[in-house]
Antibody
Framework: QVQLVQSGAEVKKPGASVKVSCETS????????MHWVRQAPGQGLEWVGV????????HYAQRFQGRVTVTKDASTSTVYMELSSLTSEDTAVYFC????????????WGQGTLVTVTS | QSALTQPASVSGSPGQSITISCTGT?????????VSWYVQHPGKAPKLMIY???KRPSGVSDRFSGSKSGNTASLTISGLQAEDETDYYC??????????FGTGTRVTVL
């Protein structure tokens, strides 16, 4: 199975930003859409956003618009999700997930990164 | 972009069949045949079980099946087993590159 390897846990203060990474294989990086999904403690899954294979188109859930940025770095085959103006409600596990073009489902997931926002 | 509605919990005895519903709107579930289902064990990443309403990835048991009628999709687990006791989520494409997940259902095997 494809490996999506995410960065380690983060602890941030309210108002700060966090940048979570997801390292992929070269083929996945160049050919797949990469999504971010989060899960607050004891809660359900919530779709955050996506970046296309070329890295020039992104879409975000309305509630995160203006606060989230998903980017790609071809030199390291890594996808990033940056979330700013953090509040305690952003405390969650953030997953990256892969979507093959023209399929509309997530066939592989990273292991998750816990982001804790606390003063 | 409201979450799709799933029952909080569904239970059944071993060997029985259970069905989990996933209700959206005409903008998501009702408008696209891009409904997928994921199983999530505690502390683990979700895993794809059903895609495009009723298709199973290779390696997924045929005890799992999906369907859709109008704005509601459903996941049926046949021959319920103890190992099926965990959380299940639906997800639908909602147009313009946007996706929405369901609220999640905890399956309990009695």
């Amino acid at each position: 199975q494809v490996q999506l390897v995410q960065s380690g846990a983060e602890v941030k203060k309210p108002g700060a930003s966090v940048k979570v990474s997801c390292e992929t294989s070269g083929n996945t990086f160049s050919a797949y859409y990469m999504h971010w999904v989060r899960q607050a403690p004891g809660q359900g899954l919530e779709w955050v956003g996506v970046i296309n294979p070329n890295g020039d188109v992104t879409h975000y859930a309305q509630r995160f618009q203006g606060r989230v940025t998903v980017t790609k770095d071809a030199s390291t085959s890594t996808v990033y999700m940056e979330l700013s103006s953090l509040t305690s409600e952003d405390t969650a596990v953030y997953f990256c997930a892969r979507e093959r073009p023209r399929t509309s489902y997530f066939d592989d997931w990273g292991q998750g990164t816990l982001v804790t926002v606390t003063s | 972009q409201s979450a799709l509605t799933q029952p909080a919990s569904v239970s059944g005895s071993p060997g029985q069949s259970i069905t989990i519903s996933c209700t959206g709107t005409s903008s998501d579930v009702g408008n696209y045949n891009h409904v997928s289902w994921y199983v999530q064990h505690p502390g683990k990443a979700p895993k794809l079980m059903i895609y495009d309403v009723n298709k199973r990835p290779s390696g997924v048991s045929d005890r799992f099946s999906g369907s859709k009628s109008g704005n509601t999709a459903s996941l049926t687990i046949s021959g319920l087993q103890a190992e099926d006791e965990t959380d299940y989520y639906c997800c639908s494409y909602a147009g313009n590159g946007i996706y929405v997940f369901g609220t999640g259902t905890r399956v309990t095997v009695l």
